[in-house]
């Protein structure tokens, strides 16, 4: 990890976090954790990582767990990652329970009878499909124990329950009636009718809009971010996410409170402060 600037302006990034492979996905726990996971395409092999969300501080990094790609993020809390494995390759159904403790990255237990459910007071439950019906699997959430097998969940087990943090605001279409976008495109000097994708969120005194705009070779598009002060009318931050790419992808920055978030070339996960 290195601390620095993309740019000389106003606003710097708190801190960044790269690596060689391709980000493909990142979750975040309630109590301030992020949790990576990167892949090789090329090789077809996936690694976990973990840092500190406040700081940018690596907590562990390149951890795989005794497969190689047929592997994904199934949930997170405050103290462990849960990963499962899949049925088949190539198919999307899951299979597997790995628990993983968040301190250290190292493999707690597995269990590949169940596909997980939740992680709910003091157990983990996990089902599987027969024909014609499902049944549960009560686990000890500690030892990975299997205690029992149950027809019907418990009445307080809540099965939807969303184990990460997933209270950002996501970006919206920029509106062509929103005049501080208007201000926004003539202040960075954009030509509206080359803007093919826009992506915007009001936050307090700042707008924060990525946009995509064509470049000189057909097909190809330019992905980039700033930071506008509406209340001076200044750009306090700027930066190219993508220098080329074939097609927008929406959701490319989320903001939490005060700081967003954003991923550069697929390889580059910045945390950039709004005073």
Same mark, same amino acid.
């Given at each position: ?10 606003? +710097?990034?708190? !801190?960044?976090?790269?690596?060689? /492979?391709?980000? !493909? ?10 949790? &990576? ?12 990582? &973990?840092? *500190?969300?406040?700081? =940018? +501080?690596?907590?562990w990094?390149? $951890? ?6 047929? #592997? %994904?993020?199934? =949930? ?8 499962? =494995? ?7 159904? /899951?299979?597997? #329970? #790995?628990?993983?403790?968040? +301190?250290?990255?190292?493999?707690? !237990? ?8 939740t992680?709910? @007071?003091?157990?983990?439950? %996990? ?5 014609? $019906? ?9 030892? =990975?124990?299997?205690? *029992? ?8 087990v ?15 279409? &920029? ?7 208007? @201000?926004?495109?003539?202040?960075? /000097? #954009? ?8 992506e &915007? ?51 490319s ?5 005060? $700081?967003?978030?954003?991923? +550069? *070339? $697929? ?6 402060n709004?005073?």
């Amino acid at each position: 990890m290195k601390l620095f600037s993309f740019f000389s302006s106003q606003l +710097k990034p708190a !801190w960044s976090y790269s690596t060689t /492979h391709t980000l !493909w996905r990142v979750i975040f726990s309630h109590n301030g954790i992020i949790v &990576c996971e990167e892949r090789d395409t090329d090789e077809k092999i996936v690694f976990y990582s &973990c840092i *500190e969300a406040a700081t =940018g +501080k690596i907590v562990w990094s390149n $951890r795989s767990f005794n497969e190689q790609w047929w #592997i %994904g993020i199934e =949930g997170i809390t405050n103290d462990r990652l849960y990963l499962h =494995g899949f049925k088949k390759p190539d198919m999307p159904e /899951h299979l597997g #329970i #790995i628990a993983v403790d968040l +301190k250290s990255g190292n493999e707690l !237990w597995r269990s590949m009878q169940s596909s997980f459910l939740t992680d709910d @007071n003091g157990f983990v439950y %996990g089902f599987k499909d027969l024909f014609e $019906r499902r049944v549960f699997h009560k686990i000890d959430r500690t030892t =990975g124990t299997f205690i *029992e097998q149950l027809e019907t969940l418990p009445a307080e087990v809540e099965s939807n329950t969303q184990l990460e943090k997933t209270d950002f605001t996501f970006p919206s279409p &920029c509106s062509s009636n929103d005049d501080i976008v208007s @201000n926004a495109f003539s202040l960075l /000097h #954009i030509d509206g009718n080359k803007v093919k994708s826009a992506e &915007c969120v009001h936050s307090d005194k700042y707008l924060i809009i990525n946009m995509y705009t064509d470049l000189e070779n057909a097909g190809e598009m330019r992905n980039s971010l700033s930071v506008i002060d509406t209340t001076t009318q200044k750009k306090v931050y700027s930066e190219v996410l993508n220098g080329s790419t074939p097609y927008p992808v929406p959701d490319s920055f989320f903001v939490d409170g005060q $700081r967003v978030y954003f991923i +550069k *070339e $697929r390889k580059t996960f910045v945390a950039l402060n709004l005073p």
